[in-house]
Structure formats: C-alpha cells, structure tokens
C-alpha cells in the first residue's frame, strides 16, 4: 500500500515568478564562469536553491522547466570538481545548455564532503552515470575540509558510497563505519536534530537499498521524509526555508532503489514523481 507523506508549506502566489528569477541568476552566472571559475560554488549554491524554488509549485516536478533546474545544477555540482580538480588549464563542461570552457582554479576549501554529496545525489537523480563514476574516483582526501568542518562519518559516508558505485572491496566495513560514526554520542560536534533529520537518513536507507531489503525500504523511506519535516518545520525560520523543500538525500537513495527494482510505495512532495521515475530522461543533452 502506497503511503503519502505530505510536504510542509502552501505555495504563494510569486512562487513561479521567483524560481524563474533564480534561474535567470542561474544563466548569468553560469556565463560569467567561462571568464573565472572561482565563484563556481555561488552558481551551485543558486542553482540548488533555484532548482528547490520550481519545486515549491511543482510538487512533480511535471514542468520542463523543473527538470532544465536540476539538470543545471547536477551540471554545475559536476564541473565544481572538475576545475577543483587541477591549478592548470581548462576543463570542458555542458552547463545550461551548451558546452562551455571552463578555467580550472585548483584545490578550493567549497570542494568539500557536503558539496560532494549534493553533486552526487542530483547525478543520480539525473540517471547520469558517467558523472556518478567521475565524482566517485574524485580522492577521499580531496574532500577533506581544512577547517575540520565535517564529523568523521561524513566522510565514511563518501567511501560508502564511491566503493559500492566503482565496486570496490570492503563496502560492509565501510557501512559499518559510517553507522558507528553517526551515532550521536559519537559525532558530537553535529546537533542532534540536524544529524538524525537530514544525515543519517540517507545512510539508513542505502542500508536497507544494499540489502536488497524489500520489506524494509519504503518503511524506511517514509521515516526519513517524516524526519525531514520534522527538521524543517522545527521552527518559523525553518518552515520558510526553502531548503525545506526537497529531501534530495532520500529522493537520490529512492531513484536507486526504483531502477534497482525494489518496490517504492511512497509518494511525496518531497519525492517529485517525475525526478523519481525519470520521466524527463532524454527530453535533451545533460
């Protein structure tokens, strides 16, 4: 039986007019980064943001221009760590459209574990698999953030997931750390809210996806969205954030298990139907 979790929030009456807005922030900053590339992280941030803002009034993300939102940003979340990836030279990149020639900028502390995660998440929603391989070979210590910024599992996390994508041995143990890891008297530097509400879900959830546990996974799917209402409607600050909007964690670990042939019978705001079922895929180049 299907269970429906509904999203936090009434869209307003300028919610198409603002995600439109965003996107044409969107397109001017991605043609200012053919000239400098250092502000790359600011065009990913906008992108992700706009791509959450088309979502508000289209919970299905039924439009074409939903999907041109997420493309965009899986885009930009890719080239992040193609011109991070080296101090010299230029790295071809299709963004927004049309091939651009980026100006690589070298190591850069924004190319960290979180940012990893959120590229990874919108290439799998976007079923682009050579992206999933190139972010996945992308050396754990690349990621490391130098201000300490990140909790230890966060990066078990990473392992987790580029050893299960590129095949490598020791998933189990890696799994097992990035458990261990998360357990809140373990990674005490996160508040405890925003580890149970929006990290370890997605752990939880490849957890079951990896063991093929068809009982277990759209139980497990549904607690998650649950705890990222929770999260996100804590608070007024919260509920108007449109971060909120979008469990893109939950959504990417869905996507995987749906092409993976595990049943998903879970339907959600927070879950567009059409990202998850990939109905936009092939509508054109990403």
Request: one cysteine or more.
């Amino acid at each position: 039986m299907t269970v429906t979790v509904a999203r936090h929030g009434v869209p307003g009456p300028d919610a198409e007019r603002f995600a439109e807005r965003l996107s044409e922030q969107v397109a001017g900053r991605v043609d200012r980064l053919e000239r400098s590339a250092d502000a790359i992280d600011f065009a990913f941030s906008t992108a992700l943001m706009a791509l959450q803002a088309h979502c508000v009034g289209d919970p299905e993300a039924a439009k074409l221009e939903t999907w041109e939102a997420t493309v965009n940003a899986m885009q930009l979340g890719s080239a992040l760590f193609a011109v991070t990836g080296a101090s010299e030279g230029t790295v071809e990149c299709r963004i927004n459209g049309k091939m651009r020639t980026l100006p690589r900028i070298g190591p850069q502390s924004f190319a960290d574990a979180g940012n990893w995660l959120s590229a990874f998440w919108l290439a799998v929603v976007c079923r682009e698999q050579q992206r999933m391989t190139q972010l996945c070979e992308i050396p754990l210590e690349r990621l490391r953030s130098p201000e300490g910024q990140y909790e230890e599992f966060m990066y078990h996390w990473v392992d987790v997931l580029q050893t299960y994508w590129l095949q490598r041995p020791g998933l189990v143990d890696k799994l097992i750390a990035a458990i261990e890891g998360s357990n809140p008297e373990v990674a005490r530097s996160v508040p405890r809210d925003l580890l149970q509400g929006v990290l370890y879900p997605p752990i939880n959830l490849f957890y079951h996806f990896v063991r093929k546990h068809e009982e277990g996974f759209s139980p497990a799917l549904v607690e998650a969205l649950e705890l990222h209402k929770a999260y996100w409607t804590l608070n007024e600050e919260r509920e108007a954030d449109i971060d909120g909007t979008l469990a893109l964690g939950p959504l990417a670990m869905a996507c995987l298990a749906y092409d993976g042939g595990l049943p998903v019978e879970v339907e959600s705001g927070y879950l567009p139907k059409y990202l998850l079922e990939h109905g936009w895929l092939g509508e054109f180049p990403t």
